[in-house]
């Protein structure tokens, strides 16, 4: 099962750090998770290595690093491809590298995406 999604990339370069972010909704359009993150090296990150690990845990594979475990984001988004939900990915912004981490706090602040919520993906 492959994970679906829309992307919003909104013009923003995909070879240029950027904050992205993660929208999950349910069949009835309500929102089920939403994730801020940042991608240093660009567009690849959240392209590419969120599939791969939907991929993974799909298939009851372990995290790609021994003893930890995925992050709350992967499973939510595995189980909204599960369920066949409506999931979306933004870009947000463009970053440099000394920008990324304001830049993804502010974005996490402003789309609330970390708190005590479900949906609320981030950790704080």
């Not at 919003?8 to 009835?28: A, C, F, K, R, V």
């Not at 993150?37 to 690093?65: C, T």
Request: aromatic share 10%; net charge positive.
């Amino acid at each position: 099962m492959q994970m679906l999604f829309h992307l919003y990339d909104h013009g923003y370069s995909h070879t240029d750090p950027l904050i992205y972010m993660w929208e999950i909704y349910d069949e009835n359009q309500k929102l089920t998770g939403r994730y801020v993150g940042k991608a240093k090296g660009g567009a690849k990150r959240p392209l590419k290595r969120y599939q791969k690990n939907v991929r993974r845990l799909l298939n009851h594979q372990p995290y790609h690093i021994k003893g930890r475990d995925y992050r709350r984001v992967p499973y939510a988004l595995a189980h909204a491809t599960k369920q066949g939900h409506t999931i979306h990915l933004h870009f947000l912004c463009q970053a440099t590298i000394h920008s990324i981490n304001q830049l993804e706090r502010e974005h996490i602040d402003q789309h609330q995406s970390c708190g005590a919520e479900s949906w609320q993906l981030n950790d704080c």
